[in-house]
């Protein structure tokens, strides 16, 4: 009998494992006939999003991520948590555990008893969502001081040139703010999460 499978990805960069797990979760459920539809929410936002009508008839939802996510949309589905590099490299025996040990989401009545188990991984994945909003800093940062040594290496050294500029965005800028929207992101998400403000995740 055709199974019905709805999954989402997500990891902190929004880009290679995000995709390359969605992709291989769809070859595992094609390779056993069953039906799978895998939403990714990467760097550029949510795609092949996931309807109600399409989670209601689920017969189990897995979350490969590796970064705190909005799940209010699956309580009372039979959901299997895990991470992208577990889908990527395990996808077969990922989607067997799904089947044998989901567990009924309950949303935040369910959080509160295994909160002591899963406060150090909920660290990390609060930590690795702050490194997912600080990294377009990172590589605006880095491109910026890349160009400003287009004009010459030492070209930045002149005041009031285009060279210089560039490089005070990109060196002192960006590079500047990339602990404070860290910290930021992190104080936040885990605020929310202590809070059950799951929202913010999205």
């Known amino acids: 009998m055709t199974k019905k499978i709805?999954?989402?990805t997500a990891c902190p960069t929004g880009v290679a494992h995000t995709f390359m797990a969605a992709e291989a979760l769809e070859i595992e459920a094609r390779k056993r006939g069953?039906?799978?539809?895998?939403?990714t929410r990467g760097s550029v936002g949510a795609k092949n999003t996931l309807t109600a009508e399409e989670i209601a008839q689920a017969d189990v939802?897995?979350?490969?991520?590796?970064?705190?996510?909005?799940?209010?949309?699956?309580?009372?589905?039979?959901?299997?948590r895990t991470s992208t590099g577990a889908a990527l490299k395990k996808?077969?025996?990922?989607?067997?555990n799904a089947f044998n040990s989901a567990e009924v989401y309950q949303g935040s009545a369910g959080r509160s008893s295994s909160a002591g188990k899963t406060e150090l991984p909920?660290?990390?994945?609060?930590?690795?969502?702050g490194v997912s909003h600080m990294l377009p800093l990172v590589v605006?940062?880095?491109?910026c001081i890349a160009l400003s040594?287009?004009?010459?290496i030492q070209a930045f050294n002149e005041p009031?040139?285009?060279?210089?500029?560039?490089?005070?965005?990109g060196g002192k800028a960006a590079f500047a703010l990339m602990v404070p929207v860290l910290a930021g992101f992190w104080l936040c998400y885990t605020s929310a999460a202590a809070a059950d403000w799951s929202r913010v995740a999205r």
């Open 6 to 8: 709805v999954a989402v």
């Open 34 to 39: 069953d039906w799978i539809k895998v939403e």
């Open 61 to 80: 939802v897995i979350i490969a991520a590796d970064i705190e996510l909005d799940l209010s949309g699956f309580v009372g589905k039979r959901l299997y």
């Open 91 to 96: 996808s077969a025996q990922e989607m067997d």
């Open 122 to 129: 909920g660290v990390y994945k609060h930590l690795m969502t």
């Open 140 to 143: 605006a940062g880095g491109l």
């Open 149 to 152: 040594f287009v004009f010459g």
């Open 160 to 169: 009031g040139t285009l060279a210089a500029a560039l490089f005070q965005i």
